[in-house]
């Protein structure tokens, strides 16, 4: 049986040279070796004076603001009636992250050995999720790639925007108790035993509360490698189980919705995801069923998307997508309402973009007020332990002064 040969490794080579009217001309091009560049230059009438192998730096890793920004870039030249290989070229030597250099490179070079852009997109599900790639492909067949390269520009610009607001709410006071967490271990491990020192000398008995820190500390002291190891290894196994249970998983995104006040914002967050991916996917041609498939992955939370099942389900036996939501039981009845109003009128996509505008909007002013509740709670609660710790430091030498 035959076999495929092993395809050579190529690399990239930034070359020199003079065109056939003697101008200077420079580029890079990817190759297996310096001859292949030479023949290859020659032919185009370009007389070689400097081939040099780049090196490739070592890139930061690759975001999804990377590629939110790429997307935007791309449709904007594609708009502008750049070719698309050559708009490849421009992003990708316009970016200053190696890692995302070499990736629209390798793209650009699938593209121009005859994949289709959807194809090339495919090979990298670390990037670009069957969302993105459905889109894209919808764009190419139906000949307005540009404009489906917009539509999904905005829809991650979007997404970005929402999961930015609820991480920068959780942010403050997140760097806070990481604060206070460091301060009370530095107080238990060094401050409370020299105190315990002084104390020592003192010849009477403590108070209630600074015996209490005293022994909280020789705990702390004695067991606070069992402690910390104790937090990681929990938080490590937490994390272990949920990606590889699903049930668990469900248990967990359910309870988290429940959340007070944090819950409320997570489930909004969550409608506006699924509502903007939904009406994204239908306004670029995707058939309902088939949309459906990419629109519970791209909620984040597995109690929508167990409900998005259920939703494609009913819809592909016949029933409509109002009925098929409000039997799932997770939309409020605005959404449902609305997505009544889009199906009657023909204009679904619209209608549930403007109650995705709606839920990004709450997301907004939800954020906005849980930093406004956050800040002073924190600070409150912070006070009392803290202070808490240094007030029961303190007494004996009160009570001391008190005796004198």
Known sequence: MATTPPKAKEFTFAWEGRDRSGKTVRGEMRAVGETVVNASL????????????????????????????????????????????????????????????????EIRNDVETGSSLSQAFRKYPLYFDA???????????????????????????????????????????????LVA??????????????FKEVFENFGAGLPAPTQMVITMS???????????????????????????????????????????????????????????????????????????????????NYVYLTATKKIQQEVATGTSLTISMQNADVFPNMVLQMCAIGEESGALDSMLAKAAEIYEREVDEAVDGLSSLLEPMIMVILGVVIGGLVIAMYLPIFKLGAVV
């Open 42 to 105: 020659r032919r185009q009438g370009i007389m070689v004076t400097k081939v040099q192998k780049r090196r490739l730096r070592r890139g930061r890793k690759i975001t999804d603001k990377d590629i939110t920004l790429f997307t935007r870039q791309l449709s904007t030249m594609l708009r502008a009636g750049v070719p698309l290989l050559q708009s490849f070229d421009i992003v990708a030597k316009g970016s200053n992250n190696a890692s995302v250099t070499k990736l629209f490179t």
């Open 131 to 177: 969302l993105y790639c459905n889109l894209v492909g919808a764009g190419e067949q139906a000949g307005i790639l540009d404009d489906l390269l917009d539509r999904l520009a905005s829809y991650k610009e979007k997404m970005l925007a929402i999961r930015g607001k609820i991480k920068s709410a959780l942010f403050y006071p997140a760097a806070v108790i």
């Open 181 to 194: 967490v460091i301060v009370v271990t530095v107080i238990m491990l060094f401050v409370v035993p020299a």
């Open 218 to 300: 020789d705990y702390f002291v004695e067991n606070w490698h069992i402690l910390f190891g104790s937090i990681g290894a929990a938080i490590y196994f937490l994390t272990q189980s949920l990606k590889r249970s699903p049930a668990l998983q469900i248990a967990f995104d359910r309870m988290m919705l429940k959340l007070p006040v944090l819950g409320e914002i997570l489930r909004k967050a969550t409608i506006a995801r699924w509502l903007r991916t939904l009406s994204t996917m239908f306004a670029a041609g995707v058939p309902l069923v088939e949309a459906l498939d990419s629109v519970g992955g791209a909620s984040g």
